[in-house]
């Protein structure tokens, strides 16, 4: 098939699939393309990763199950798994401006020792509005460095850092400033982050003894009136109370 | 027989056709394309939708309603008249009226049509835009997300570059992101993303609220009539403020007029809340894309809100890519559904086109886990379809019952991203009837089947039985089933409408009486005078001379109410 280069591997894969796509379409044979896309998925995914003969070997017993009269879209997947190599399309190196991963990091923990700055908000608003943050991926980034720079002084990485009962030495960041970092860096929802990230954030809301934060469900944002209702069960707690004063004094005059 | 496409917008809506040049948009009996999603009762009782209507909310605030999409799927009521509506009977109002302006238009009966919706609509307010369509006499062939419309309309100039585009729609009420990917002729949602709660309205009462600062206690005592025409000026000078650094309006409170000033800075200021939300939907998107920012080639900016500058300056910070306007952002979603129509009716223009959607949120069911203790814990979620799966989509759980013996389940239905059922957006509860066995558990398998549209099937089978429960979403507190549905259409038959070919002249009384409540002294006696003068050029019934009065008094109007923002 000429495939010379590994990277193009996606490539001929995606066109593989749009041609395919073109027969079999999402909203005529629903069934059909389910296959088809399943098939295209784990191509994708296996040019990726796989890098030894049982990627291979899987990969072409789900092309013969998916789409079994396709032969051209397996063979193209059969020459991408045996020209593997992590491709840096969907999955692009890291590109920074230069040390910033290292000027943030040393920032952070220049905070974290210093006592009046670790506990204040403002202080740690500061850092969090830097305007350098502004565009998403810095964003990322530093929420990535603020994560990683937190566990390692908090002693996540430590021998004994998962054990439930050890030592902990004094706090060093209040509850409520660790609260805040939590609102500012998006973690009581952690949803977005991977399963390993989401753990770390756990970790660190039991550590630092962050206060959960209920979100609002969707649903509420429905009702505009619902003050009537409190002044409703309102009005029947003070008859409720009334009735029990009356009682009471009943009572008590015997 | 003729596919339309509409879209039904929080503030305006547009119907469009694919033909041979490809997109089109049909203008209504005014002439134009935008018709406002306002709907309203003339002073004799008869409907009144667009224009028209959005007048009336300052001068019969009580009579007319606007914005009401942001209710459909709920069982808030809007009393009309003597009668009640639901959002969906508005929205079906609406779609009427336009279905009427294609038919004229286009010389055949429009019975078939797609609608867009926001990705974000969860299936509640889904099917609650099938439920609209159905009762304006449409059968609704297909939804179609609105950001997705947008691209479509944006990618058929380039079906054949390799380009990776997000778009960004911010419309009157709801805001979406998506991420798409073009190759050979596909085009591919990648993630989506958004909040079904924030909209240019939004921006609006920031503005309202900024303004009631200036009018201090005062603004507490305002009546109905008197906070329609406020809004209606902060509206209008919001929009201004995309071109001027400054804008004051004048203000009639009902006693005095009063002058009320806003500066593109204050607004940045009181908006900084809302641009804030923008931020979120945009991180997500793009980190479900499993994509950085900086692997996006082109951003796109759909929906009327995103020509205020602020927005603008904020996805161009957020992205750092200069956005792209190559189309008007409120025509941008009626044309790219249309080329979803042309797709669905598999125009030749549109052979080699194909586009694939995801379905943007969890689904997923509650379940009970067992504890190491052997109690069991309720109210955890378990996802079925992840989120930014492409649909359609078919996908199985196998769960089997708590105890032994157990007859019935009574399976909750979610959607949300929450790992507590309690956080996640209850879509609908089922009863199932399990056979008796008290020596062992049922198992059972549950099949979540999403289809191009975005409705969600959920097929139960319990595996001893082999017995299939197909069973649809239905005694949410939100939804309408099939009985009501065909008897609100028929409700909505009788009503008398008010006749097209009038609705020119009455836009123009509708507009002079709104001008009239913001003025006074000479001006608002001068617009008396006219109004006079237009109704009895209007029973003289010359039709020549009818246009020419029609023509001289919105120019004289636009005059009018520029005086109103300076």
């Known amino acids: 098939m000429g495939l010379d280069e590994a990277t193009n591997d996606q490539r001929q894969i995606k066109k593989a699939y749009a041609r395919k796509l073109k027969e079999i379409r999402p909203d005529e044979d629903a069934a059909g393309f389910m296959a088809l896309r399943d098939a295209f998925e784990r191509a994708r995914d296996y040019a990726k990763y796989a890098d030894d003969e049982n990627g291979n070997i899987a990969f072409t017993d789900m092309i013969f199950e998916a789409v079994k009269d396709d032969s051209e879209l397996e063979q193209i997947a059969i020459q991408s798994v045996v020209n593997v190599q992590i491709s840096d399309e969907d999955y692009p190196l890291i590109e920074k401006p230069l040390g910033f991963e290292e000027r943030m990091s040393t920032r952070i923990q220049e905070m974290l020792k210093n006592p009046w700055e670790r506990s204040s908000k403002s202080a740690w608003d500061e850092l969090f509005e830097d305007p350098e943050l502004s565009s998403l991926d810095a964003e990322a980034d530093f929420k990535n460095i603020m994560r990683g720079t937190l566990l390692s002084y908090f002693g996540y990485y430590d021998a004994d850092g998962h054990e439930q009962n050890r030592p902990r030495g004094p706090k060093k960041v209040s509850s409520e400033v660790a609260t805040f970092m939590f609102d500012k860096m998006g973690w009581h929802y952690p949803e977005t982050l991977s399963f390993n990230q989401q753990h770390e954030i756990e970790w660190l809301r039991q550590e630092l003894d962050v206060i959960n934060r209920d979100k609002k469900p969707m649903t509420e944002l429905y009702d505009d009136d619902d003050e009537n209702e409190s002044i409703f069960f309102g009005f029947f707690i003070v008859i409720g109370l009334y009735a029990l004063y009356q009682l009471a004094s009943v009572l008590f005059d015997k | ?566």
């Not at chain 2, 969906?88 to 279905?99: H, T, W």
């Not at chain 2, 299936?123 to 479509?152: C, F, H, S, W």
């Not at chain 2, 549109?350 to 109690?375: N, R, Y």
């Not at chain 2, 609908?428 to 089947?449: Q, S, V």
Request: negative net charge.
């Open chain 2, 1 to 566: 027989m003729t596919l339309v496409a509409i879209d039904l917008g929080t503030t305006n809506s547009l119907i469009s056709v694919f033909t041979e040049e490809g997109p089109v948009l049909i203008p209504n009996a005014l002439g134009d394309v935008l018709t406002p999603s306002a709907v309203g009762l003339s002073n004799a009782n008869e409907v009144i939708v667009g224009a028209q209507a959005k007048n009336r909310l300052v001068t019969h605030p009580k009579k007319t309603f606007a914005r009401f999409k942001r209710y459909m799927g709920t069982n808030r009521d809007f009393k009309l008249g003597r009668k009640t509506y639901r959002a969906e009977e508005l929205s079906a109002l609406v779609l009427r009226s336009l279905k009427a302006d294609a038919e004229k238009h286009l010389g055949v009966t429009v019975t078939r049509a797609i609608i867009s919706v926001p990705a974000y609509f969860n299936d509640v307010q889904r099917k609650a835009t099938y439920a609209a369509g159905k009762m304006a006499g449409l059968t609704v062939e297909r939804l179609i997300n609105e950001p997705t419309a947008a691209a479509l309309a944006y990618g058929l100039n380039s079906k054949d570059d390799e380009n990776t585009f997000i778009v960004i729609d911010l419309g009157g009420g709801t805001f979406d992101v998506s991420i798409l990917e073009i190759f050979d002729g596909i085009m591919e949602v990648r993630a989506s993303a958004g909040d079904a709660f924030l909209g240019g309205e939004d921006f609006t009462d920031a503005v309202v609220k900024e303004f009631g600062t200036q009018l201090g206690p005062q603004f507490e005592k305002l009546d109905a009539k008197a906070h329609g025409l406020l809004r209606d000026l902060a509206d209008r000078a919001k929009v201004e403020l995309s071109q001027k650094e400054e804008v004051g309006v004048k203000f009639n409170t009902g006693k005095d007029q009063v002058k009320l000033t806003i500066t593109r800075e204050k607004f940045d200021e009181v908006s900084a809340s809302l641009i804030k939300k923008l931020r979120m939907p945009i991180q997500r998107a793009i980190s479900d894309a499993g994509m950085r920012a900086e692997n996006i080639d082109r951003v796109v900016l759909v929906g009327g809100a995103t020509r205020m500058p602020v927005v603008r300056q904020h996805v161009t910070r957020l992205l750092k890519l200069f956005p792209e306007h190559k189309l008007d952002p409120d025509h941008v979603v009626a044309m790219g559904a249309a080329v979803q129509a042309g797709l669905v009716d598999r125009h030749e223009a549109l052979e080699d086109v194909v586009m694939t959607d995801v379905c943007p949120f969890t689904l997923g069911t509650e379940v009970a886990i067992e504890h190491k203790s052997g109690g069991f814990e309720a109210g955890h979620f378990q996802p079925v379809i992840e989120r930014n799966t492409v649909i359609p989509v078919s996908r199985v759980v196998t769960n089997s019952t708590v105890r032994k013996g157990q007859t019935q389940i009574e399976l909750g239905i979610y959607q949300g991203e929450a790992p507590r059922v309690k956080d996640n957006v209850l879509l609908g509860k089922l009863n199932i009837a399990i056979p008796k066995n008290p020596k062992e558990h049922e198992a059972f398998d549950i099949r979540f089947t999403y289809d191009v549209s975005g409705i969600l099937e959920v097929i139960v089978t319990v595996h001893s039985s082999q017995k299939a429960n197909t069973l649809i979403l239905e005694g949410n507190p939100g939804s309408l089933s099939q009985a009501e549905i065909s008897k609100r259409f028929k409700e909505l038959e009788k009503l008398k409408v008010h006749p097209k070919d009038k609705a020119e002249n009455a836009a123009v009384i509708s507009r002079l009486e709104r001008a009239y409540e913001n003025q006074l002294g000479d001006v608002r006696s001068m617009i008396s005078h006219r109004l006079v003068d237009f109704q009895s050029v209007l029973e003289a019934q010359k039709e020549t001379d009818i246009e020419l009065a029609r023509s001289e008094m919105n120019k004289w109007l636009d005059h009018i109410e520029n005086m109103d923002i300076f």
